[in-house]
């Protein structure tokens, strides 16, 4: 599968942002999907997942009620919708897709296909 996200931006704490997730390449219905984000100098870490039919969401709790991430798989996308952002929010977003099959997601998935990134800096 290929992904490409987009819709980051510099944006001010407080502020919002909704970053897009394409994917193509096979039948985004047969997987979960989620974001990740990497920081300066950090690991990268596990933000949001959505089952294959959007019935299932998870969230970091860092993002919890904060972030919300949806799908809609007649268009092959994922949204992850952001507010409230904070400074700690800064990161590359990376979209990610587990092998077909895993409809759900469980800690420690292992997603083998992900996006370029798409920068999110938050300021004060």
């Known amino acids: 599968v290929q992904l490409v996200e987009s819709g980051g931006a510099p944006v001010q704490a407080g502020g919002s942002l909704r970053l897009s997730c394409s994917a193509s390449?096979?039948?985004?219905?047969?997987?979960?999907m989620g974001w990740f984000r990497q920081a300066p100098g950090k690991a990268r870490e596990f933000v949001a997942a959505i089952s294959w039919n959007g019935g299932n969401t998870y969230y970091a709790d860092s993002v919890k009620g904060r972030f919300t991430i949806s799908r809609d798989n007649a268009k092959s996308m994922v949204w992850l919708q952001m507010n409230s952002l904070k400074v700690d929010d800064t990161a590359v977003y990376y979209c990610?897709?587990?092998?077909?099959?895993?409809?759900?997601?469980?800690?420690?998935?292992?997603?083998?296909?992900w996006g370029q990134g798409t920068q999110v800096t938050v300021s004060s």
């Open positions: 390449g096979r039948n985004v219905e047969h997987y979960a």
């Open positions: 990610a897709a587990p092998r077909e099959g895993y409809y759900y997601y469980v800690p420690g998935l292992d997603f083998p296909s």
